[in-house]
């Protein structure tokens, strides 16, 4: 029997400079960041033990480091960053990180503007 688990990670947010405009560089604006994880092994679902699990609160920290490191054009590429970071970072074999941009300059009345990017090593 096959087990496979996921860790998610929802709504970390974030105040940076990303776009593609000056004032988006200038006054920056806040962000929000989902992480989806698989993890190279499912041991801690039978163990209980925190030295098989993946460190949440580190998670977290990685994101944020990533997310405000650099005033990125696209957030297409910030999401790429994260989940190439965190596959380095930690024992997982897959990422899924999605950026919402919920002030996004455009025109017309929106929710989120969300961008979505699957790593897997």
Not at 21 to 28: N, T
Request: charged share 25%; with cysteine; net charge negative.
């Amino acid at each position: 029997m096959t087990r496979e688990f996921g860790i998610r990670i929802e709504g970390i947010e974030v105040f940076a400079f990303h776009g593609v405009l000056p004032e988006e560089k200038a006054e920056g604006q806040a962000f929000s960041v989902d992480v989806e994880l698989v993890p190279t092994s499912d041991r801690a679902c039978d163990t209980d033990a925190v030295a098989d699990a993946v460190d949440y609160g580190a998670v977290t920290e990685a994101v944020v480091a990533v997310a405000t490191a650099a005033s990125l054009d696209l957030i297409e590429h910030l999401a790429d960053r994260i989940a190439v970071d965190l596959l380095a970072r930690f024992p997982i074999r897959r990422a899924t990180v999605s950026v919402h941009k919920p002030s996004a300059p455009i025109r017309a009345a929106f929710g989120d503007v969300i961008v979505t990017v699957t790593r897997t090593a």
